[in-house]
């Protein structure tokens, strides 16, 4: 018996060896999986367990009572909300397809041997690096009705400037903090689709100009094509990105005039960290949730329907 025991452990180890070889990254990755899990599905499950309660921190520590659909019917029916979430759909639309242009318009203008371009695009970056309350701060003096260098060259420039401010006026305050986002993240297009621009082959594009396509054919029929799966994620990350604006909301403009500049996440933050209404903000939280997912989730169908991966 102990040698049948022996003659089989050369056999085991190759055994084991395949074993430790097929398992050995899913335990890698196990930790961070587990913690992802822990940050990303109990709170969201947390927040859907307490959608329907009746759960306010001014009237008491614990949920006082089960409601059901209430809060989500509460949250459906506040023009507040609704206003918030207008603008936010607003902002994410329009930013995200304005900073993919005028990204794209920097990238190709990158990819031309002009003087000084090594210093641009390391200069180009820099807006991305600064902390988005630190852009908002920056801004808010720009803007100032009294001076701000926003304020003064549309003055200059015979433009009308709302008497409140140009953050005071419900006409102008949306469109300003629009502007804040583009100024900041238009060059994160820029350096992305730079990039993947320098990797189309200049084979096939020196082969477009012999058989003297123009330089619109040229981008739309070989450059865009070929950077498109690029182009599609990014967009879809920035305008998850922007559906979360808070933090340039809250330095700039608190939501107002009015609700001429809620966002989703000013709303979340005023529902449940000023009102500290818990059970409304989750619900508003799962409605915010299941927007953005029905949205991304269309997007990702239409992108990548004709695709062969």
């Known amino acids: 018996m102990h040698a049948t025991t022996l003659r089989s452990l050369p056999t085991l ?13 899913y335990f890698l990755i196990a930790p961070s ?12 499950l947390f927040a859907l367990k307490s959608s329907f309660y009746f759960w306010n921190l001014q009237v008491g520590p614990q949920p006082l009572a089960f409601v059901g659909f209430d809060n989500y019917v509460q949250a459906l029916n506040a023009f507040d909300f609704r206003a918030a979430l207008t603008n936010t ?17 920097i990238a190709l203008v990158l990819l031309k041997a ?43 420039l015979a433009l ?25 993240w238009t060059p994160f297009f820029a350096i992305v689709l730079y990039a993947s621009l320098l990797a189309v082959p200049d084979e096939i594009i020196e082969a477009a100009r012999l058989d003297r396509a123009s330089a619109w054919t040229i981008l739309m029929r070989i450059k865009l094509p070929l950077i498109r799966r690029t182009a599609i994620i990014i967009v879809m990350l920035r305008f998850m990105q922007i559906f979360n604006t808070f933090d340039t909301v809250l330095v700039l ?27 409304l903000v989750s619900a508003q939280t799962w409605i915010a949730v299941l927007i953005v997912n029905i949205i991304v989730a269309l997007y990702v169908f239409f992108a990548f329907r004709n695709e062969e991966w």
């Open 13 to 25: 180890a190759p055994v084991r060896r395949g074993f430790v070889r097929r398992h050995l990254p």
């Open 33 to 44: 999986v587990i913690m992802l899990l822990a940050l990303i599905a109990y709170p969201l």
């Open 89 to 105: 759909l607003i902002l994410s639309i329009l930013g995200t397809a304005i900073e993919f242009a005028l990204g794209l318009a």
């Open 114 to 156: 002009l003087p000084g371009m090594n210093v641009v695009r390391a200069l180009l970056i820099l807006p991305t690096t600064i902390a988005p309350i630190v852009v908002g701060f920056l801004f808010r003096y720009l803007y100032d009705p009294g001076g701000g260098l926003v304020t003064w060259v549309l003055q200059s």
């Open 160 to 184: 009308p400037v709302p008497a409140e401010g140009i953050l005071g006026s419900p006409s102008t305050a949306l469109a300003a903090i629009l502007f804040v986002d583009i100024w900041q």
């Open 253 to 279: 403009t608190r939501g107002g005039p009015g609700t001429s500049t809620r966002t989703l996440g000013y709303s979340l933050y005023e529902q449940g960290l000023v009102n500290f209404n818990v059970g």
